[in-house]
T-cell receptor
Framework: SAVISQKPSRDICQRGTSLTIQCQVD?????MFWYRQQPGQSLTLIAT?????????ESGFVIDKFPISRPNLTFSTLTVSNMSPEDSSIYLC?????????FGSGTRLTVV | GENVEQHPSTLSVQEGDSAVIKCTYS??????FPWYKQELGKGPQLIID?????GEKKDQRIAVTLNKTAKHFSLHITETQPEDSAVYFC?????????FGTGTSLTVIP
């Protein structure tokens, strides 16, 4: 299966600032996804990162708050903008291959 | 859309015993059902999956069963070991989107 490198693994940020999370895959993949996992909760899909076009956002998530880039088939970024304490979560990227769906190790974000 | 329910939310078993986690789904169009294990501080790892044209799949101590008619699938872990302690998530895929269960925190007591 694909190997995903996600950075940073954790960060503590001031409210009102932005954080960009990077996801690098060791092979070209068509499907890349960004998830949020709030403390003790399940995974919620934020958006699908499409190469060469705008990301597709799920209900409750908007591009202004969570801008996504997908410049090529091995890389994507998620930015959490104008952060508030409610954005404290684990953010995960995921990719789909012919052998299933793989997750990165996650970015644990704390907003103070 | 799809709705996935998972039970139990917590499960404690003695080392060597079996553990069973159950999930139900609502959309008969869902055709792929993976199970993920998430250890503390890590991302979910795929441990086993099953497609809708198969009723059962086994990989060493782990097995998954699927009942399409009843729309439920289960994870079975036999001869549990302390390293099996983690949070387990089921999921159902409808199209390209996954819907996750709420997770089961499994504790294996030595």
């Amino acid at each position: 299966s694909a190997v995903i490198s996600q950075k940073p693994s954790r960060d503590i940020c001031q409210r009102g600032t932005s954080l960009t999370i990077q996801c690098q895959v060791d092979s070209q993949v068509t499907m890349m996804f960004w998830y949020r996992q709030q403390p003790g909760q399940s995974l919620t899909l934020i958006a699908t990162a499409n190469q060469g076009s705008e990301a597709t956002y799920e209900s409750g998530f908007v591009i202004d708050k969570f801008p996504i880039s997908r410049p090529n088939l091995t890389f994507s970024t998620l930015t959490v903008s104008n952060m508030s304490p409610e954005d404290s979560s684990i953010y995960l990227c995921s990719v789909g291959t012919g052998k299933g769906y793989t997750f990165g190790s996650g970015t644990r974000l704390t907003v103070v | 859309g799809e709705n996935v329910e998972q039970h139990p939310s917590t499960l404690s078993v003695q080392e060597g015993d079996s553990a069973v986690i159950k999930c139900t789904y609502s959309d008969s169009a869902s055709n792929y059902f993976p199970w993920y294990k998430q250890e503390l501080g890590k991302g979910p790892q795929l441990i086993i999956d099953i497609r809708s044209n198969v009723g059962e799949k086994k990989d060493q101590r782990i097995a998954v069963t699927l009942n399409k008619t009843a729309k439920h699938f289960s994870l079975h872990i036999t001869e549990t070991q302390p390293e099996d302690s983690a949070v387990y998530f089921c999921a159902a895929r409808d199209g390209n989107q996954f819907y996750f269960g709420t997770g089961t925190s499994l504790t294996v007591i030595p």
